[in-house]
């Protein structure tokens, strides 16, 4: 079986984390979360057909490593 790649940067603490992060939110966290990335400065939230999702995936990735 082959090894997943991470990100740089990631490893299975920081999963861990995220996950714990997560599970352990209320409804109301939840919420909040969401709202603030709503009105995040420079961020734009939208609805992407499910088959253009790699490619989207793809561009960003792209422009990250630029």
Request: charged residues 25%; hydrophobic residues 40%.
């Amino acid at each position: 079986m082959s090894q997943q790649k991470l990100p740089p940067g990631w490893d299975a603490e920081r999963i861990q984390k995220v996950i714990a992060h997560y599970e352990c939110q209320g409804e109301d966290e939840q919420f909040a979360e969401i709202e603030a990335a709503h009105e995040a400065d420079g961020i734009t939230m939208m609805a992407v057909p499910t088959e253009l999702v790699p490619e989207v995936r793809a561009l960003l990735a792209r422009k990250q490593s630029a």
